[in-house]
């Protein structure tokens, strides 16, 4: 079919045609967006997942709500080599522009307290750095989360802002993404200051997301935060939901699938959104006609297979180093052997022991823990529960078994 008319969307982050199975999502932050304008308390929300479920997508979806109803919003990524400082006041200067103040005094101070929150360096003896600042024309305020340490500076920041939304009826959002490579400062300054913001009902919340181990991060910085955040775990669609986001862009463009097909195509894909969008888009240009056909999707497969090896799989195995190919291959071959043990579905096994790792590498398993760290840190992995580890991304095991 014409390749130009394609409607599907398999880039990172980028909003499908059809934003299918996260209409409960959608609907929950609306009530927080108007309960909090309203003075109500809530919580600041955290979306979790693997990758490619469709996280970023979520929250870029959830800012452009708080956009419509004239919210200040901001959005930033987390980084494991950046400190919080810069990114953020990007963000909120952002979204202090977005508010619409009318007072141009009110607006310059806090414009001048972010300049100052943005060139505070932490540590002793830390100065005032002018030499860079997030293009803020107002001058920095002194005195104000400007002491260095980044818990005051922030709570002291939120607090401002908050008031100048709180003036004008309105709130403020901050969208994180890989908030799970906040350092442990950023983290606990960052529980600090929506504690502190929730106490006070001024209306500013932050929404997070990261990847399935995000709340185990938070609660290690504050014990508390398992009551500060709303978690909301995104996982893969449901059949219905699956079959809609094909369907209908599909039927936008005048074309259809067979029944078969959309079996086959959720088998393929076990309903993972960004799975969904590259067969799709394969099988779209592939079909010579409408209705697509199983026996289409049987003959675009390898194509969605190959896009999805080198870009989605393949970039990902290419960061790690021949010893971490070694540990991930092994994850691979003990989940086979845990499904066989077990008498379950290889793609039902969601971690394994980090035992039956070291033992079909036949290495003690501290041995193991330098390559185990760093896949850690390179977010290939994540331990969801101590002594178990699992792929970050979804059929990767099956990746490394076929092609690595």
């Not at 802002?161 to 442990?184: C, F, R, T, Y």
């Not at 449901?238 to 039927?251: F, K, N, S, V, Y």
């Not at 840190?377 to 099956?398: D, N, Q």
Request: net charge negative; charged share 25%; aromatic share 6%.
């Amino acid at each position: 079919m014409d390749p130009i008319r394609n409607p599907y969307a398999p880039g990172a982050g980028q909003r499908p045609p059809e934003l299918a199975g996260r209409d409960e999502q959608l609907a929950a932050f609306d009530v927080v967006l108007e309960r909090v304008a309203h003075g109500r308390p809530e919580r600041s929300l955290v979306l979790t997942g693997l990758r490619g479920v469709g996280k970023t997508v979520l929250l870029n979806a959830l800012r452009s709500a708080a956009v419509r109803r004239h919210w200040g919003t901001g959005k930033l990524e987390a980084r494991p080599d950046q400190p919080l400082r810069r990114p953020l006041s990007g963000a909120l200067h952002q979204a202090v522009r977005e508010l619409g103040h009318p007072e141009a005094d009110e607006v310059d101070h806090v414009l001048g307290v972010i300049r100052s929150f943005a060139q505070r360096e932490a540590g002793p003896g830390a100065k005032l750095r002018d030499q860079w600042h997030p293009g803020i024309d107002a001058p920095a305020v002194k005195g104000r989360a400007d002491s260095g340490d980044i818990e005051i500076d922030l709570v002291e920041l939120f607090t401002d802002l908050g008031g100048l939304a709180a003036d004008v009826g309105k709130g403020i959002s901050v969208h994180i993404d890989e908030m799970q490579d906040l350092g442990p400062d950023d983290v606990s300054a960052l529980c600090a200051a929506c504690h502190e913001i929730s106490q006070s009902g001024l209306p500013v919340i932050v929404v997070g997301a990261g990847l399935p181990h995000l709340p185990a991060v938070l609660s290690a910085s504050k014990s508390y935060s398992e009551r500060l955040f709303r978690y909301q775990r995104i996982d893969r669609l449901p059949r219905e939901a699956a079959d809609r986001a094909l369907a209908a862009p599909a039927a936008d463009e005048d074309a259809a699938f067979e029944p078969e097909a959309l079996a086959a195509m959720y088998a393929a894909t076990g309903g993972y959104p960004y799975f969904i969008q590259a067969y799709g888009k394969a099988v779209w240009d592939r079909a010579p006609r409408s209705p697509i056909t199983v026996d289409d999707v049987a003959v675009a497969a390898p194509e969605a297979e190959s896009e999805l090896a080198v870009g989605f799989f393949g970039s990902r195995f290419e960061r790690a180093t021949p010893g971490e190919r070694e540990y991930l291959r092994a994850m691979a071959d003990a989940a086979v052997a845990l499904a066989e043990a077990d008498a379950a579905a290889l793609d039902e096994i969601e971690s394994v022991p980090t035992s039956d790792v070291a033992s079909v590498l036949g290495k003690k398993p501290q041995s193991l823990s330098p390559a185990r760290d760093a896949l850690l840190k390179k977010g290939l992995i994540y331990s969801g529960e101590r002594g178990r580890i699992a792929f970050t991304v979804p059929h990767f095991g099956r990746y490394l078994r076929e092609h690595a």
